[in-house]
């Protein structure tokens, strides 16, 4: 079995910086791209930030300048430095994993999410 878990994510206000991490654990054979993904009730899930497994980096517009996103390949970990946070940045984010596990089966791993709300 393969997981995906978030944590970092809660209140701050309009301004200021959270730090969200991922980890992928499991029958793990190989990771290749990682994201991070946020959705609003009632709108659609939508692209935040990707990394590939060589470290190339792709944003939404809407955090471009403001996100940095990275990875630890050798734990399995990848993080969302959220910068000058603004209200509209609320959302549920949702780490995201294009991964081979041991039986070679290639597929994609959603987290269960982290609440990030912030406050004007």
């Known amino acids: 079995q393969v997981q995906l878990v978030e944590s970092g994510g809660g209140l701050v206000q309009a301004g200021g910086s959270l730090r969200l991490s991922c980890a992928a654990s499991?029958?793990?054979?190989?990771?290749?791209?990682m994201g991070w993904y946020r959705q609003i009730p009632g709108k659609q899930r939508e692209l935040v930030a990707r990394?590939?497994?060589?470290?190339?980096?792709n944003y939404a517009d809407s955090v471009k300048g403001r996100f940095t996103i990275s990875r630890d390949n050798a734990k399995k970990l990848v993080y969302l430095q959220m910068n000058s946070l603004k209200p509209e940045d609320t959302a549920v984010y949702y780490c995201?994993?294009?991964?081979?596990?041991?039986?070679?089966?290639?597929?994609?791993?959603w987290g269960q999410g982290t609440q990030v709300t912030v406050s004007s």
């Open positions: 990394i590939s497994s060589s470290g190339r980096t």
């Open positions: 499991g029958t793990i054979r190989s990771i290749n791209d």
């Open positions: 995201n994993a294009d991964l081979t596990d041991l039986r070679w089966t290639a597929k994609n791993y």
